[in-house]
């Protein structure tokens, strides 16, 4: 088990990578029914080279908000398609969010969260309902908030944010896409889940695992 919040941070971002790393393909072909279908490999380069920069990085003296940061100019330089800029902005603003914060208990899980989520929403200019990413991170911020206002465990929590992150990717089944390539298709983009919200969903999945040691508690 990692000793250190930013080591912590470090197997986070492994666990994402390994993890949207294996749905590659799976990704790739939810977005070519409705885009450009290289969502996967996109995503792919950007968490390999969060890792590849994290693995540079003296973890025993970064701070968690280091870890974000070079996760953010790492992703950055790797993507340079709209998710780049996106995630990249999410990463900074939980960097911003941990700043001289040393340890990575409940409320600060809930900050990442937060940070995240409306750190895409302040660059992407989106909201609920758009048919992406945000479909899948604004239910699981929600619920973090709450789980941090109702005294919930870390092991309930992430399982609510879980749940209303696969709720949420599954509702883009049912939109019509008004942002983005998929936006050019219209009616056509129904039926169809957003590559966006699924990678989303594979990155809480994976938080979840770095976060919370005993799921049912």
């Known amino acids: 088990m990692p000793q250190t919040a930013a080591r912590r941070l470090s197997w986070m971002f492994q666990l994402i ?3 949207i790393k294996a749905e ?14 290289d969502h996967g490999i996109s995503m792919a380069l950007g968490f390999s080279a969060v890792t590849s920069a994290l693995a540079k990085l003296d973890l025993d003296e970064a701070s968690p908000s280091d870890v974000f940061a070079a996760a953010a100019s790492a992703f950055l330089d790797a993507v ?5 800029p996106l995630y990249a902005t999410g990463f900074q603003n939980a960097a911003k969010a941990l700043k001289n914060q040393l340890s990575l208990e409940l409320p600060e899980q809930v900050a990442i969260v937060e940070a995240i989520t409306k750190g895409i929403q302040l660059r992407g200019k989106g909201q609920r309902g758009d048919k992406t990413m945000l479909d899948t991170w604004i ?3 929600e619920v973090a908030v709450h789980a941090k206002a109702n005294g919930l465990t870390i092991g309930q929590m992430w399982r ?7 709720e949420g990717a599954q509702s883009t089944r049912s939109m019509v896409a008004t942002r983005g390539r998929a936006a050019r298709l219209g ?4 039926g169809h889940m957003d590559p966006g919200a699924a990678s989303a969903l594979i ?3 994976a938080m979840q695992e770095a976060f ?6």
């Open 17 to 19: 990578a390994l993890s």
């Open 24 to 37: 590659k393909e799976y990704l790739s072909d939810l977005d070519g029914a409705i885009g450009d279908a």
């Open 80 to 84: 340079g398609a709209s998710t780049g």
């Open 139 to 141: 239910p699981a911020m």
């Open 160 to 166: 609510h944010i879980v749940e209303a992150g696969a």
């Open 187 to 190: 009616e056509r983009s129904l």
């Open 203 to 205: 990155i809480l999945r």
């Open 212 to 217: 919370a040691e005993r799921p049912e508690s």
